[in-house]
Each structure stands twice: as structure tokens, then as C-alpha cells.
């Protein structure tokens, strides 16, 4: 009886152990969130607007907290710790390691488009740091980057990029964005930025959140303060302690992680992409250390306004919703002197803390597609960047011809203007060049059954034609 007694509590410790909490802090003033933060509270998320904060405690912590700020609301256990992972589900509803090394393999060799997972570089540990293609374009088409779980806590950021993944391949030759996006691009994704610090949050869900790097005499290097780009500017959301939860290393790159990554980058030159993490709902954008507009602001601004149509993420940079955060990788991949701007945004999905998706499988699926939404807006704002669209304007004959559109994309009614000296026809034609519609007057009531993708508006008259790229979403 007492032997299996004994058995019993042990294997009940260590998720005692694990039991730290999430309480979420109400914040009415920038002083309430400074006083929080200089009690050495580890924030999670939180936002100036909407007025909170989320911390992480112990459990031990719980009721001092509570107790210490009137209002403030104790989150659901399985945010914070995972519960429900078995032998045969590593992180309930989340991909465990095991599970994405299935998953990306099986789905490399299903489909012609999907490259094997291709190492680019070694762990602290010493695991395989993984990306995989998945591309019909020609060779030297324009790259785009999807990266995850630089956070190992957060395994709502992979579960969004298994979604991309499978809804790319799924889509391709039906759905014409899918198409669009593969014929043109070569999309990359990184579904594990630190395979060392998620295997050891699996089986039990742990909360590592930095990768496995003790040699500083902590508990890890934050990856995602370790980039170069203004690698420790200051001490705000960046610490040059090993025990704090955002310690930057001893070096800019002094990671393998993060030295791996970035020269594989380099030589792929992403046009831009999404690193993703969560929670909170947000999408950033550089510049994270001192929060001044960089010189594409008016892009971030107005690319995001788009992205978060749908699902109401809030916008900025790191330093206007919450505090400035140096060393991440928005910053390097925007601002480091050895490439080209890269446009890259740090998606925070909205989940319920870091594991609340590892049952509910309904609030994983909408996740999963807003951020599927956000995923096309980019790739097809990136690739008509590089000009991967037709031609708007010519002259003929002295005379100018022109057709120019109102907002893109369009949900429900697409308006245009025709600029021609003669009568003029317009034709919308979708991207293998089928005809769909015949509009005129100025304007074109999407049809409800016709569906989201690219489409070309084209205008002709007895001379010359041009057409312009539209995308219909909604
Ligand atoms: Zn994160």
C-alpha cells in the first residue's frame, strides 16, 4: 500500500511542479504596468489598449498576486500547463515533435511540390534544425518564410504553419491563390525554430520557453533576443541576466539557433514573411528596439491594417502596444546590413494562453484560419512587390489607354476606371485565363459562389489591351 503510495506521488510530482499560472493584471495606466514589471514579474502578453497584463507565477505565487492587484483574474490551468497529452497525442490537439517529424515527411513524400525536411544547422543539443520547400515555381522564383516555435511554449505558432502547409499542397490547382502563391513563389518554413527547448516541454508541457543553452548559468538564451540587429541597445524586454526569461546571450549569434538560421536566410533572400509566435492576438513589425518608423513604415502599416481585416489582431510595433524589445527577428530580418529589407512581421496568434488550444480543437481551427487569411494577404502583397502582375497602363498611338482599380482586395464589389479614346471592353479572367465575367459601367458585384483567389481585370479596345491582378477575398 505505502510502495504504491509512493508510486503514485511521484508521478503526480512532477506536474505539480510544473503548475505555474497565468493571471491576467488589469492595467488602467502606463505606471500600473511598470509598477508590474518592476516587481519582476514575468509579462506574457499584455497590450497599453486593451489594458492588461498576463504574468506567469508559480503556483506557490498564485494568491499573493491575486491578492495584490484588485481585479486581477486567475486564467484557466490548461493554459498554462498541458494536461491532456497521452503516449499516443504528444500535445492534444498541438503537434509534439514526434508528430511534426511525421507530419512534414509524410507530406514531402505525398506531394511533388514538398521538398524532404532539409537541415540548415545543429542544436545546442545537437537536433536537426529543420525547413521545408514547397514550390511549383521556376527556379529562382522569390522565397517567402514562415518560421515557428522560436518560443517552445508555443505550439499555436506550429499548428498555423501545418495549416499553411497543408492548405498550399490541398489547394494548389483549385483554389487560384494556392495556385498563384506556388506557381510564383518558393515558400519556406521553419516549423521549429528550438527543437530543444519543445522536446523538453514534451510529454509534460512544460513552460521552457528559450532554447537549452545553461552554460550562462541559467535556464537558456531567449532566441528571439539574440539576433544581431541591435542586438542588447538596451535593458527594455532584453536582459543581460542568464536567469531572466528573456536573457539575450552572452553575444549577438551567440546561439546555434539563431547563427544557423540567419545564414541559411541570407542565402534564400525572403522577400519577407511571418514569424510566428503567440499569444495575444497582435501582428509587429519592426522597428522592436527603439520603436521609430522604419523607412517602410507606410507598408507595415498599411499591409497590417489589411492582415488584421479579419480577425481584429491589434497592429504596431512592439514598443506602441506594450514595450520595446531588442535582438528579435523582425529587426534582423528588416534591418541587418548583410541583406536587402526583408518585410517581416511577428504574427502573436490569439491563443488561449500557451496550451489552451491542447483540447479545443474549435479555437485551434479559427486560428488556424485567420491566420491562413493573413498568410495569402502577404504572400500575394510580397509578390506583386517584385512585380509579378500585368501591365496598367500603355500608350497607343499617342493616345493613352489605362486601366486603374479601386481598393484591393475586394470582398464584395470591385470598381475600376477605364482610361481609352475609343470604346473599350473589360473582362475579368481568372489566372489560367478563363473568362468569368464581362463588367461594365465602373464597377463588378462579385458573384457570392465565385471564389476567393486572383483575378485579372482586363480592358481592351481595337487597339491594345492591359489588365491589372486583383484579389477577391472575404
Ligand atoms: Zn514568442
Redesign the pocket.
Known amino acids: 500500500m505505502r510502495k504504491i503510495l509512493v508510486a503514485a506521488l511521484l508521478l503526480v510530482l512532477p506536474a505539480v511542479m510544473n503548475a505555474d499560472r497565468l493571471i491576467r493584471i488589469p492595467m488602467q495606466t502606463d505606471s500600473d504596468f511598470t509598477v508590474v514589471r518592476d516587481m519582476g514579474y514575468e509579462i506574457t502578453a499584455g497590450s497599453r489598449a486593451d489594458g492588461y497584463v498576463d504574468v506567469l507565477v508559480s503556483q506557490r505565487f498564485v494568491g499573493e498576486t491575486m491578492q495584490r492587484y484588485p481585479g486581477a483574474k486567475l486564467l484557466p490551468r490548461e493554459w498554462s500547463e498541458l494536461v491532456s497529452a497521452t503516449d499516443d497525442n504528444e500535445m492534444g490537439f498541438y503537434h509534439g515533435p514526434n508528430e511534426n517529424a511525421l507530419f512534414w515527411a509524410t507530406l514531402a513524400e505525398t506531394n511533388d511540390m514538398v521538398d524532404t525536411p532539409t537541415s540548415y544547422g545543429t542544436s545546442y543539443e545537437g537536433r536537426d534544425l529543420n525547413y521545408i520547400r514547397i514550390t511549383n515555381a521556376p527556379a529562382g522564383a522569390p522565397a517567402i518564410l514562415f518560421t515557428a516555435l ?2 517552445a511554449r ?1 505550439p499555436g505558432s506550429n499548428s498555423v504553419v501545418i495549416d499553411w502547409a497543408q492548405w498550399l499542397t490541398t489547394e494548389y490547382g483549385s483554389d487560384t491563390m494556392a495556385t498563384f502563391i506556388l506557381d510564383n513563389a518558393q515558400i519556406y518554413i521553419i516549423p521549429i525554430v528550438n527543437p530543444d527547448g519543445y522536446e523538453y516541454n514534451n510529454p509534460e508541457g512544460g513552460n521552457q520557453r528559450k532554447n537549452m543553452n545553461f552554460s550562462a548559468g541559467g535556464d537558456g538564451v531567449d532566441i ?1 533576443r539574440n539576433y544581431s540587429y541591435m542586438w542588447g541597445y538596451d535593458d527594455s524586454g532584453s536582459s543581460p541576466y542568464p536567469s531572466s526569461q528573456t536573457y539575450r546571450g552572452t553575444a549577438p549569434l551567440s546561439e546555434p539557433e539563431t547563427l544557423a538560421e540567419t545564414i541559411w536566410i541570407d542565402s534564400i533572400e525572403p522577400l519577407g514573411g511571418f514569424h510566428y ?2 499569444y495575444g492576438g497582435m501582428l509587429l513589425y519592426p522597428y522592436g528596439y527603439n520603436n521609430t518608423p522604419t523607412p517602410h513604415q507606410s507598408t507595415f502599416q498599411g499591409w497590417a491594417a489589411q492582415m488584421t481585416a479579419q480577425n481584429g489582431y491589434e497592429y504596431g510595433r512592439a514598443g506602441e502596444i506594450l514595450y520595446d524589445v531588442n535582438g528579435d527577428a523582425v529587426d534582423w530580418s528588416y534591418g541587418e546590413s548583410t541583406h536587402e529589407p526583408m518585410l517581416f512581421f511577428t504574427p502573436e496568434v490569439d491563443d488561449n494562453g500557451f496550451w489552451g488550444c491542447q483540447s479545443d480543437t474549435s479555437l485551434l481551427v479559427t486560428n488556424n484560419l485567420e491566420c491562413r487569411y493573413m498568410n495569402k494577404l502577404l504572400c500575394m502583397n510580397l509578390l506583386s512587390m517584385v512585380g509579378i502582375e500585368e501591365t496598367g497602363s500603355a500608350e497607343v498611338d499617342g493616345s493613352s489607354f489605362g486601366l486603374a482599380l479601386g481598393s484591393n482586395p475586394v470582398g464584395t464589389v470591385l470598381s475600376y476606371t477605364v482610361t481609352s479614346s475609343v470604346p473599350a471592353s473589360v473582362s475579368v479572367l481568372d489566372v489560367t485565363g478563363r473568362v468569368v465575367a464581362v463588367p461594365s459601367g465602373g464597377s463588378w458585384a462579385i458573384p457570392v459562389n465565385l471564389q476567393n483567389g486572383v483575378y485579372f481585370l482586363r480592358a481592351e479596345n481595337e487597339n491594345h489591351a492591359v489588365s491589372q491582378k486583383f484579389t477577391i477575398l472575404r
Open positions: 522560436t518560443h508555443e528571439n509566435h503567440t
